[in-house]
Each structure stands twice: as structure tokens, then as C-alpha cells.
T-cell receptor, first 116, second 114 residues
Framework: GAGVSQSPSNKVTEKGKDVELRCDPI?????LYWYRQSLGQGLEFLIYFQGNSAPDKSGLPSDRFSAERTGGSVSTLTIQRTQQEDSAVYLC??????????????FGPGTRLTVT | AQSVTQLDSHVSVSEGTPVLLRCNYS??????LFWYVQHPNKGLQLLLKYTSAATLVKGINGFEAEFKKSETSFHLTKPSAHMSDAAEYFCVVSRGQAGTALIFGKGTTLSVSS
């Protein structure tokens, strides 16, 4: 079946502009995660959605970052007033999720964001 | 807090020789541990996972890892390296006891020479 998809695959933007990154999780997966992969910081967690629960936003680096998940499926990560340090690969993952159990997270190919 | 430390940033082996990628973890409870692989310009792929069942975990492509609580280690091994194993490997711990987000190590780049 189809895996996690992300769009766009590459995004170049000017400093100060807003960007939106999209993630389509695997159908039926109730949990969705955003991570960021950069040379300086490695792979770091940003935000986590599980069903209708309030998202875990504890990994967001600043209030310029926000994310939403509509209808329990597609998610959009928005970065406002982009800065050069936001340049990174943004990865989305999804998994089945049940209380007390840890399921495999399936990762998308990522969106490479370059802020000039 | 949970964390993982990958002890080598780069490992080089010859094709056909054993592979050892070292990982130590820190967790205040019994952790869920994973190894992920990332080939150049490809997405992250799960190699194997430990979730408090058998301490010796077998994964894909001949890789395995052993959970050693006394040593707080979860080293990744393979008896015989193949050229296609060249990639970046991440040791990962689940962030919470119920398993939510993942905490990644800094990664180990594996090079395989012929």
C-alpha cells in the first residue's frame, strides 16, 4: 500500500516568508509525528498528534512553528517568518497507536527546506 | 529523561567482515529501543526494535541487536558486511513509557570497502 507522502519534496524560500509543509500519513494510522533533521542538531522531534487528543507540541523550537491535523488525517506544518536556521529536512511519520503499546513509525521521504 | 549515545560517528569495514555499531541508552524505565537506517537520498527505515520481549532482536538484512540492561547498551551487529549496507544508522529510544515520539542518536555512518 501507499506509504507516508510529503509535499513539496524541496522548498526554497526567502528569509521572512511563511511556508507550509504537508504530510499524508498511511491510511488508518492514528498517530502522526513531525521531526526535523539538520546538520547541527541531528534528528529532533517537533510535534505529535494522536487521534482527537491535544497534540504534544513540546518539541517545537519557537512560536513561529505550528501544525494542525485536519480530520485525523492530513497534517500541515507551518513556519512563519522563516529564518536561515530553519533550513533542514522536515520528516513526517505515522503509526498505529494503542495505549501501552509502541508501534513502528513509518517515515516519509521528507521536505528539504532551504531559507535564503 | 531518555537519551541515546552512539559511540562512533563513523565506522569503516571491509566487505565480508563483521559490523559493530555501538549504542548506549539512558532511561528511567524499561525502554523501547530501535535501530533505523537511512540510505543516501532515501527515507528512514526500521531495522529492528526491542520492546521488552527477547533481549536478542533480529532485524532485516541480517542485522541483530542485543539489549543488555546491566550495560545499558543496545549494540547493532551483522556477521558479514555487504556493500549495500553503507548508510547512516540511528539508535533510537522511545520518548515516553507508553511510546510517543522518538529520540534519535546522532547517527553512525557506516562505510563498506571492497
Amino acid at each position: 500500500g501507499a506509504g507516508v507522502s510529503q509535499s513539496p519534496s524541496n522548498k526554497v524560500t526567502e528569509k521572512g516568508k511563511d511556508v507550509e509543509l504537508r504530510c499524508d500519513p498511511i491510511s488508518g494510522h492514528t498517530a502522526l509525528y513531525w521531526y526535523r533533521q539538520s546538520l547541527g542538531q541531528g534528528l529532533e522531534f517537533l510535534i505529535y498528534f494522536q487521534g482527537n487528543s491535544a497534540p504534544d507540541k513540546s518539541g517545537l523550537p519557537s512560536d513561529r512553528f505550528s501544525a494542525e491535523r485536519t480530520g485525523g488525517s492530513v497534517s500541515t506544518l507551518t513556519i512563519q517568518r522563516t529564518q536561515q536556521e530553519d533550513s533542514a529536512v522536515y520528516l513526517c511519520a505515522s503509526s498505529l497507536r494503542s495505549s501501552g503499546l509502541t508501534y513502528e513509525q513509518y517515515f516519509g521521504p521528507g521536505t528539504r527546506l532551504t531559507v535564503t | 529523561a531518555q537519551s541515546v549515545t552512539q559511540l562512533d560517528s563513523h565506522v569503516s569495514v571491509s566487505e565480508g567482515t563483521p559490523v559493530l555499531l555501538r549504542c548506549n541508552y539512558s532511561s528511567s524505565y524499561s525502554p523501547s529501543l530501535f535501530w533505523y537506517v537511512q540510505h543516501p537520498n532515501k527515507g528512514l527505515q526500521l531495522l529492528l526494535k526491542y520492546t521488552s520481549a527477547a533481549t536478542l532482536v533480529k532485524g532485516i538484512n541480517g542485522f541483530e541487536a542485543e539489549f543488555k540492561k546491566s550495560e545499558t547498551s543496545f549494540h547493532l551487529t551483522k556477521p558479514s558486511a555487504h556493500m549495500s549496507d553503507a548508510a547512516e544508522y540511528f539508535c533510537v529510544v522511545s520518548r515516553g513509557q507508553a511510546g510517543t515520539a522518538l529520540i534519535f542518536g546522532k547517527g553512525t555512518t557506516l562505510s563498506v570497502s571492497s
